[in-house]
């Protein structure tokens, strides 16, 4: 129970990777409030706490929403009485270059990746100091560092919360809140299955994506999960400002998946 009595927010905690940090924190003593935008899979996700005795409830939230934000924050103090966590995960992805990208898509993509981030830290971070401290972590991904074609908008988003991640630690060192990034590969779950469905050639494009995997295999969301556990957790209260990668040591190989082109 390494989390024992604390509250954690999850965003995006409807699916995938924020769905299963929001269940491997609760196996941990967490209490956990899910920030989504889907209303009928957030729902289902707190039922399925609530099958395991995890005390959760779900706030119907759009992260580039300002005033959303606010009121996702504050459900969580009056239903809780505080925030110790959050994991910053929500996020959308386009596959379009700088030239393809339309305004509005950047804008989306920025608003929900990176202003997200801002915005739930922004409000939350002074809850976080009324208990004496907390612990954040931003979910950015390896595309920070290396990247694909035809990435445009979601790579800078990504680059953006790793480097927005180094400079809160230091405004949030004094406040005894630590924040790290931990930046997952390729991960299996719903998102990852359905884009590779939508593939000319779905067999060929997991085949090359295995091949460049050094552990032979996809990346799980316990996976990530459980680096965030350790990353929230009182075995890493003298780490912050750093980012993580969790990627079965993928980004140090040169070559690359193709059918991605």
């Given at each position: 129970?390494?989390?024992?009595?604390?509250?954690?927010?999850?965003?995006?905690?409807?699916?995938?990777?924020?769905?299963?940090?929001?269940?491997?924190?609760?196996?941990?003593?967490?209490?956990?409030?899910?920030?989504?935008?889907?209303?009928?899979?957030?729902?289902?996700?707190?039922?399925?706490?609530?099958?395991?005795?995890?005390?959760?409830?779900?706030?119907?939230?759009?992260?580039?929403?300002?005033?959303?934000?606010?009121?996702?924050?504050?459900?969580?103090?009056?239903?809780?009485?505080?925030?110790?966590?959050?994991?910053?995960?929500?996020?959308?992805?386009?596959?379009?270059?700088?030239?393809?990208?339309?305004?509005?898509?950047?804008?989306?993509?920025?608003?929900?990746?990176?202003?997200?981030?801002?915005?739930?830290?922004?409000?939350?971070?002074?809850?976080?100091?009324?208990?004496?401290?907390?612990?954040?972590?931003?979910?950015?991904?390896?595309?920070?560092?290396?990247?694909?074609?035809?990435?445009?908008a979601y790579a800078a988003s990504k680059g953006g919360i790793t480097a927005l991640t180094r400079q809160m630690s230091l405004d949030c060192g004094p406040l005894n809140?630590?924040?790290?990034?931990?930046?997952?590969?390729?991960?299996?779950?719903?998102?990852?299955?359905?884009?590779?469905?939508?593939?000319?050639?779905?067999?060929?494009?997991?085949?090359?994506?295995?091949?460049?995997?050094?552990?032979?295999?996809?990346?799980?969301?316990?996976?990530?999960?459980?680096?965030?556990?350790?990353?929230?957790?009182?075995?890493?209260?003298?780490?912050?400002?750093?980012?993580?990668?969790?990627?079965?040591?993928?980004?140090?190989?040169?070559?690359?998946?193709?059918?991605?082109?």
């Open positions: 129970m390494r989390l024992k009595d604390k509250v954690a927010i999850v965003t995006g905690g409807s699916q995938g990777i924020g769905e299963g940090i929001a269940q491997t924190f609760g196996r941990n003593g967490a209490r956990i409030v899910i920030a989504d935008i889907n209303e009928e899979a957030g729902a289902k996700v707190v039922d399925k706490l609530a099958s395991e005795g995890i005390d959760s409830i779900f706030v119907k939230t759009d992260i580039s929403d300002e005033e959303q934000v606010k009121a996702m924050v504050e459900a969580g103090v009056d239903h809780f009485g505080g925030i110790d966590i959050l994991i910053n995960n929500a996020a959308v992805n386009i596959r379009k270059s700088v030239v393809d990208t339309t305004f509005d898509e950047w804008q989306k993509v920025i608003g929900v990746n990176l202003t997200g981030t801002f915005l739930c830290s922004k409000y939350t971070i002074p809850k976080m100091e009324q208990r004496g401290g907390g612990a954040i972590v931003n979910i950015a991904s390896w595309h920070a560092e290396k990247t694909i074609t035809r990435l445009a809140i630590r924040v790290n990034a931990v930046c997952p590969s390729s991960v299996d779950t719903p998102l990852f299955r359905q884009t590779f469905a939508s593939l000319p050639d779905p067999e060929e494009a997991l085949k090359q994506t295995l091949d460049f995997q050094p552990f032979g295999r996809i990346g799980t969301v316990d996976d990530i999960a459980n680096a965030c556990l350790f990353m929230v957790s009182d075995e890493a209260t003298y780490v912050s400002g750093q980012t993580l990668m969790v990627d079965g040591a993928a980004i140090n190989k040169i070559a690359r998946p193709l059918m991605f082109d």
